[in-house]
T-cell receptor
Framework: ETGVTQTPRHLVMGMTNKKSLKCEQH?????MYWYKQSAKKPLELMFV???????ENNSVPSRFSPECPNSSHLFLHLHTLQPEDSALYLC???????????FGQGTRLTVV | DQQVKQNSPSLSVQEGRISILNCDYT??????FLWYKKYPAEGPTFLIS?????DKNEDGRFTVFLNKSAKHLSLHIVPSQPGDSAVYFC???????????FGTGTRLKVLA
């Protein structure tokens, strides 16, 4: 238990579906992140929120839409995804930049 | 262009011996370095970190060494145990950027 909880753990969705991934951190951190891990690739930073404000959008397609209603919760809304978007999506949080980030267990997403 | 590189995709070590995992980086702005351990279908778990003002940090069986002039860091695990078998990622960050850049990982297998 790292203090960062992601739901669901597994998700299978069709290309026309709309779904959302949820992340909650219980660590009192100020920054939250979405990362994507595809097979044989490094973890790719997608979005960063600092004090609820988006500070980074790493050229992510608009079919991925983040939402951060408060410092403890982060969502990733998904719509019209492609099969190549199938990956492990990881949420992380940190107290501030440049120190340890703590990760959730991830959501294994399969797009069919 | 990959700013953080782990050139060894896999490493096998006998139980009780030393495991040495290596990582190179290219961006001289990085000033904080982290190692994470990851089991299949789980999120990365923070292991140990080092600031650029130090050249060594030790925590139990784990020691991280930083050579800034060579832009190289390494993780030493002594003695290695079968439970250490996992994928190890190094990551780099610059304070204030809220970005953690990851390497591709090294799969460590500790043989009993």
């Amino acid at each position: 238990e790292t203090g960062v909880t992601q739901t669901p753990r597994h998700l299978v969705m069709g290309m026309t579906n709309k779904k959302s991934l949820k992340c909650e951190q219980h660590l009192g951190h100020n920054a939250m992140y979405w990362y994507k891990q595809s097979a044989k690739k490094p973890l790719e930073l997608m979005f960063v929120y600092n004090f609820k404000e988006q500070t980074e959008n790493n050229s992510v397609p608009s079919r991925f839409s983040p939402e951060c209603p408060n410092s403890s919760h982060l969502f990733l809304h998904l719509h019209t995804l492609q099969p190549e978007d199938s990956a492990l999506y990881l949420c992380a949080s940190s107290q501030e930049s440049g120190i340890e980030a703590f990760f959730g267990q991830g959501t294994r997403l399969t797009v069919v | 262009d990959q700013q953080v590189k782990q050139n060894s995709p896999s490493l096998s070590v006998q139980e009780g011996r030393i495991s040495i995992l290596n990582c190179d980086y290219t961006n001289s702005m990085f000033d904080y370095f982290l190692w994470y351990k990851k089991y299949p279908a789980e999120g990365p778990t923070f292991l140990i970190s080092i600031s650029s003002i130090k050249d060594k940090n030790e925590d139990g069986r784990f020691t991280v060494f930083l050579n800034k002039s060579a832009k190289h860091l390494s993780l030493h695990i002594v003695p290695s145990q079968p439970g250490d078998s996992a994928v190890y990622f190094c990551a780099a960050s610059a304070v204030g950027t809220y970005k953690y850049i990851f390497g591709t990982g090294t799969r460590l297998k500790v043989l009993a």
